[in-house]
C-alpha cells in the first residue's frame, strides 16, 4: 500500500483523528500537510483523551514517525507545548518531523488575524485567530518567514524587517494598534532553532524515499473539503487546500503514488464559523444533535451550528477529492429519533439543484429537499459488523452510500477507537 489521503468531506470536525488513528497501526508515516493550529483532532485511547491542534494524530502511535509537511504553517509556541504535554503523559515524541519549508506563524500574523475580524465586523469569516490566514498571505506574497530561516540569523533579520515595514504600517495606520519590533520577532523565532533542529529536514525527500522502500504514508488533511480555499464555500474557507490535491503539494508526494482517497463524513452536519450551511437547523433537532454529539470546538470551544446530512455536498467531496472509500463517523448520535431527514437536492428558486450551485449566491439561500428515513432507538455503541446494526440503522447507512458518491467503508458507532463497524478495510 504507498500513499492514502484522508481528508475532510463536509466543514470539518468529522473525526478524522479517529480515523487517522485507526489506520495508524498500519502506516509508517502520518503528514499533517496543510493548516496549522486552526485545527482540532480529539483522539480517545482507552480511558485517555488527547485533544491535538498541530501535531498529526499519528504522533500517539508507537511506531509511526509523524511528519509535519511543508504545506503547513507552524505556530513554534503551540508545538512545543502540545509536545511537553504529550512527553508528560508519556508519549514517546522524538520521532517527529518538521519540513525546512513550513511557514512558521510570527506574532504580527495572529494580531492582525485578530484585528482584521474585528475589522470586517458583519462580514467577519469567524476565523480561528490563530494567525492562519495572515501567514499564508506572506506566503503567497512571498514575503513568509520559513522554518529553514531560523538557522540563518542574518537572512532572518531581513526577512523580518521586510516583513514589519508593511505590516507596523497596517497595524499603526489602519487598524490603531501598536506595531512590533525586529528584535523581539527575531528574538522569539531564535530561541525555537536549536529545539526543532533534530526534527527540520527535507520531508518530501523523506517521504518519497519511504514508499520506494514500500512503506505506507498516511496524509491527513487539516479542516474540510467545503473549507477549502479553492473547492469551498469562499470567502468562509481556511487559507490552505484541505482537499486530496493539497495533500501533494503540501507533502511534495506527487499524484501518482497516491492509490487511495478516504473522505470523513459525519452521519449529519456541522460547522464552526460564519457561512452558508443549507441543511442548518435551528429547532430542538439542532439541539439535539449538538447535545449528543458534543458538538463543541476542540480549538476555540465554540458551539457549533448543525444539521442534518447533506448528500449534494457528500458527492461534490467524492467528486474533488477522487474518494475512493468513505467513513461515516458519529452514526450513534442519530439515535433515539423518530425519523432522520436526509437532504437529497437544493430548491433554489424553484430549480431543483443535484449538484452544488455554481453561483455563490445561489447555495447561499439553496432549500434542502428531504427525504425522510425511519430512525432507531437501541444502542448502537457495541456493533462491530454492519449486521450488529439495527435495520433501520443499516437502511440508513445504505441510502447515505447511494447517494454520496461512494461506499461507506467504515462506520464510527462511539467515541473510543473499538467503537467502529468495518465494512471494507482502509489498508
Ligand atoms: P481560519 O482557518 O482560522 O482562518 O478560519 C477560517 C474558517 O475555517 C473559520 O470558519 C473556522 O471556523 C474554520 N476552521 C478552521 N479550522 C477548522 C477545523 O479544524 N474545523 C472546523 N472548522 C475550522
Known amino acids: ?37 486552526n485545527a482540532g483532532h480529539t483522539v480517545v485511547i482507552g480511558k485517555e483523551k488527547y485533544a491535538l491542534h498541530l501535531l498529526p494524530s499519528g504522533i500517539l502511535t508507537p511506531g509511526v514517525t509523524p511528519v509535519i509537511g511543508n504545506g503547513v504553517v507552524v505556530d513554534l509556541a503551540v508545538l512545543f507545548e502540545e509536545l511537553t504535554a504529550l512527553e508528560e503523559r508519556g508519549v514517546d515524541t522524538s520521532k517527529l ?130 473549507l477549502d480555499v479553492d473547492h469551498g464555500t469562499y470567502p468562509f474557507v481556511t487559507s490552505s487546500n484541505a482537499t486530496s490535491g493539497g495533500a ?45 454529539g458534543h458538538e463543541f470546538g476542540t480549538t476555540t470551544g465554540r458551539p457549533r451550528r448543525c444539521g442534518w446530512y447533506d448528500a449534494v455536498i457528500a458527492r461534490y467531496a467524492a467528486r474533488v477529492n477522487g474518494v475512493t472509500d468513505f467513513v461515516l463517523t458519529k452514526l450513534d448520535v442519530l439515535g433515539g429519533l423518530d425519523e432522520i431527514p436526509v437532504c437529497v437536492a437544493y430548491d433554489v428558486d424553484g430549480v431543483r439543484h443535484d449538484e452544488m450551485p455554481v453561483n455563490q449566491s445561489d447555495f447561499h439561500h439553496a432549500k434542502p429537499i428531504y427525504e425522510t428515513l425511519p430512525g432507531w432507538k437501541e444502542d448502537i455503541s457495541g456493533a462491530r459488523s454492519f449486521g450488529d446494526l439495527p435495520a433501520n440503522a443499516q437502511a440508513y447507512v445504505k441510502f447515505v452510500e447511494e447517494i454520496s458518491g461512494g461506499p461507506m467503508s467504515v462506520i464510527g458507532v462511539g467515541p473510543a477507537r473499538d467503537e467502529t463497524v468495518i465494512i471494507n478495510s482502509l489498508t
Open 248 to 292: 501533494c503539494t503540501g507533502s511534495g508526494i506527487p499524484p501518482t503514488r497516491i492509490d487511495r482517497v478516504v473522505g470523513i463524513v459525519k452521519a449529519y452536519t456541522t460547522r464552526v464559523g460564519e457561512g452558508p450551511f443549507p441543511t442548518e437547523l435551528f429547532d430542538e433537532s439542532g439541539a439535539y444533535l449538538a447535545q449528543n
Open 97 to 226: 518531523k518538521l519540513s525546512a519549508s513550513a511557514h512558521v506563524i510570527a506574532d504580527y500574523n495572529r494580531q492582525l488575524d485578530k484585528v482584521t475580524e474585528r475589522f470586517l465586523g458583519s462580514r467577519k469569516i469567524g476565523t480561528t485567530g490563530r494567525g492562519i490566514g495572515p501567514t499564508y498571505a506572506d506566503k503567497v506574497n512571498r514575503i513568509g518567514i520559513r522554518v529553514q530561516d531560523l538557522f540563518d540569523e542574518s537572512i532572518l533579520r531581513g526577512k523580518v524587517e521586510g516583513a514589519l515595514e508593511l505590516k507596523n504600517q497596517l497595524l499603526g495606520k489602519v487598524y490603531n494598534r501598536r506595531g512590533f519590533t525586529v528584535e523581539a520577532i527575531v528574538d522569539d523565532l531564535l530561541s525555537y532553532a536549536d529545539r526543532i533542529a533534530p526534527m527540520v529536514c527535507d520531508t518530501g525527500l523523506l517521504l518519497n524515499q519511504a514508499l520506494d522502500r514500500g512503506e505506507t504514508v498516511l496524509l491527513e488533511g487539516g479542516q474540510a473539503t467545503l
Open 1 to 37: 500500500m504507498p500513499a492514502i489521503t484522508i481528508i475532510g468531506a463536509q466543514w470539518g470536525d468529522e473525526g478524522k483523528g479517529k480515523a487517522t488513528d485507526l489506520l495508524g497501526e498500519h502506516v509508517d508515516y502520518v503528514v499533517k500537510f496543510n493548516g496549522g493550529n
